[in-house]
Nanobody, 127 residues
């Protein structure tokens, strides 16, 4: 399994931007897919999107499409979640998750699909 660590969370004003990082071992080896999720207090874990390797294709859910971007830097074993035009509804703990193997990023994969998870990083959107 891949070991994952998220970072970059914090307090951001509405309309602002934040970039989260998901760093792990083994990203440069073989095939994998990384998903981003978030969970707000009292709510279920919500999918944001995913990125696949080696093609780098991405998928986004409607709630963040056009505002969030997932990218990767294989040299740094890191996947990023760039969050733009944030609003208070984006307040949550953000998690990255991984599964080794080739999986197309043309689809949404639910949380139970992934078998490695980070510890999460808190994002708070408030003025």
């Amino acid at each position: 399994q891949v070991q994952l660590v998220e970072s970059g969370g914090g307090l951001v004003q509405p309309g602002g931007s934040l970039r989260l990082s998901c760093t792990g071992s083994g990203f440069t080896l073989g095939y994998w897919i990384i998903g981003w999720f978030r969970q707000a207090p009292g709510k279920e874990r919500e999918g944001i999107g995913c990125i696949s390797s080696p093609d780098g294709n991405t998928f986004y859910t409607d709630s963040v499409k056009g505002r969030f971007t997932i990218s990767r830097d294989n040299a740094k074993d890191t996947v990023y979640l760039q969050m733009n035009s944030v609003n208070p509804d984006d307040t949550a703990i953000y998690y990255c998750a991984a599964r080794m193997g080739y999986y197309s990023a043309d689809y949404y994969y639910p949380p139970e699909f992934y078998n490695s998870w980070g510890q999460g990083t808190q994002v708070t959107v408030s003025s």
